[in-house]
């Protein structure tokens, strides 16, 4: 069998699929049958939060042996550990937030990175750094769709991935907006799943996942 061509590396987070998933995994071992679920349901990237010790291995697993997907770390909180994603094979990053010194070292991983922001004057200070791709979160609390159409006028160059709160019945609305490419959520990835290893059901709820779009409405 021929092995599966490598991903080329993304310019942006923003644009693989209108959906990044956002796995906490707990034991390494479920990274690599995860990544391959969501890459058969048509979702190739998928954001690994550092919430758990196990994070950087399954980060680790899946650039090793998932060549077709598109592996990043997420709760990127520190210089430290933005740098340790990077050794571990993260394609790209993921921050809740970001401060001066995070968004040097993002930058000086070479990797696409999504700084998030919640208020204006964060938008703006990134827009001065050069920075435009940004996360949204937590987005459903921070204002949801209409606070994002809002900010389509005058703040015409940053681009986001809500993420945090949104689900199938919600992601559509966010994706018809004129600047959010993807939005980010955990829905296709139920814990109860997770744990008894039902990896087709999870590359079903990709495949849904992955149809969504401006105007969709969600599968039953």
Not at 21 to 26: E, F, G, I, K, Q
Not at 194 to 213: K, M, Q, S
Request: a neutral charge; proline letters at 12%.
């Amino acid at each position: 069998m021929t092995a599966a061509a490598p991903v080329p590396a993304p310019a942006s987070v923003l644009g693989l699929a209108p959906v990044l998933p956002v796995a906490v995994l707990a034991d390494a071992s479920d990274a690599v049958p995860l990544a391959r679920a969501l890459v058969a349901g048509g979702l190739p990237a998928i954001e690994v939060t550092l919430r758990t010790d196990a994070a950087l291995d399954a980060i680790r697993a899946v650039a090793a042996e998932v060549p077709e997907a598109v592996v990043g770390a997420g709760t990127v909180l520190s210089p430290a550990r933005a740098e340790a994603a990077a050794r571990a094979g993260a394609r790209f990053l993921v921050s809740p937030g970001w401060t001066d010194p995070l968004l040097e070292a993002l930058r000086g991983t070479g990797l696409p990175f999504l700084p998030g922001v919640s208020t204006v004057s964060e938008i703006m200070a990134l827009l001065e750094r050069g920075v435009s791709d940004m996360k949204f979160f937590p987005a459903q609390a921070a204002g949801g769709t209409p606070y994002l159409r809002s900010l389509a006028s005058p703040l015409p160059g940053a681009r986001f991935c809500p993420t945090g709160g949104i689900g199938p019945d919600t992601a559509p609305s966010y994706l018809a907006l004129p600047n959010v490419p993807c939005v980010g959520g955990s829905w296709m990835l139920p814990q109860d799943t997770l744990a008894r290893h039902d990896w087709p059901r999870i590359t079903r709820l990709a495949t849904r996942a992955a149809r969504l779009g401006p105007g969709a409405t969600a599968p039953a």
